[in-house]
């Protein structure tokens, strides 16, 4: 293993315990590869919200944050250009962008996403929320569906991947609803707030927990369909890869069922699942998969639906 592997299989140990659980699934290249294209990823959201690996949060100024953003433009392009890198998770980005040929859309697309956060965008509309979701986690699923060996001109699997990150991303609003708008930050569609009767600077307030349930759970609900059409992006994949999207799928989706079941207790402290429940959830993506690799390669795919996309 390289230094760059060692390192960003680190970052996800530390970063991310559902993603690092999936990444052990696949097989040693293509789990290098994931591992440093997450590292990538984590490494600019804890620039622009002056984070370390998701934690301990420090405030930034409007012309820092907006410093970092035009730097993290600049090395992005840098790295897609094949000049040198000295900063380790664009070192690693680069290797396996250039490797993996990932489209420089893909990963400006992701940036962009931060700079919404930095904008403070609002949200006004379900679409408007699943754009944000496509630019920091569907854009995701669909360099990491490259990375996995799909073609970037396969549009139709790139699609089921997207499709995954979006709902992995409306998921996590769900949970992390609370603590988002703490941060400042609301996810939610605004029209959806007004119908619930809650402020938009008001969101985080414990007397609107009820209220935010119902939220909560038409997010969850939204998810579901993308969560269906992306199992069947799993017969495009080689089966490791295939095992451990499924794998992934189960663990964020549990997540969401969890957030509803809580219901207006759902924010008393993060939604996460055991290690038990991990377990279970990998040996029932692995079967997922092999279904995906015995009878689904061998049957036409329903329609993905009349879905939002961006691609």
Not at 262 to 281: E, N, P
């Amino acid at each position: 293993m390289t230094d760059l592997a060692a390192t960003s299989r680190e970052t996800i140990q530390k970063g991310s315990q559902s993603f690092a659980a999936a990444a052990a699934l696949f097989d040693p290249k293509t789990r290098a590869d994931a591992e440093m294209l997450y590292a990538w990823c984590r490494h600019c959201d804890d620039v622009i919200d002056g984070q370390e690996l998701g934690h301990d949060r420090v405030t930034l100024s409007p012309a820092e944050v907006q410093a970092r953003l035009a730097e993290l433009y600049a090395k992005t392009r840098s790295a897609l250009a094949g000049e040198p890198q000295t900063d380790p998770a664009f070192a690693a980005f680069q290797a396996v962008a250039l490797r993996r040929r990932i489209p420089e859309a893909y990963a400006i697309d992701l940036i962009d996403g931060f700079a919404m956060d930095v904008a403070g965008r609002r949200y006004e509309t379900l679409e408007d929320t699943l754009d944000y979701c496509w630019h920091v986690a569907g854009v995701v699923g669909v360099m990491m569906a490259i990375v996995m060996g799909v073609s970037p001109n396969s549009l139709g699997v790139l699609r089921r991947a997207q499709d995954l990150g979006l709902a992995f991303q409306l998921t996590n609003i769900a949970r992390d609803i609370v603590e988002d708008a703490q941060n400042g930050r609301v996810y939610l569609p605004a029209q959806w707030l007004e119908r619930a009767g809650i402020p938009e600077d008001k969101v985080a307030d414990p007397k609107y927990r009820p209220a935010l349930a119902g939220l909560a759970w038409r997010l969850v609900e939204a998810a579901e369909p993308y969560y269906a059409s992306a199992r069947w992006g799993l017969a495009a994949l080689p089966f490791r890869s295939a095992w451990a999207v499924a794998a992934a799928r189960g663990v964020y989706r549990q997540i969401g069922i969890e957030v509803v079941k809580r219901s207006a207790q759902a924010w008393d402290q993060r939604v996460s699942t055991s290690g038990r429940q991990k377990a279970l959830l990998a040996a029932q993506g692995g079967l997922l998969a092999l279904r995906g690799a015995v009878l689904d390669r061998r049957r036409n795919k329903p329609p993905r639906g009349d879905m939002w996309s961006k691609i």
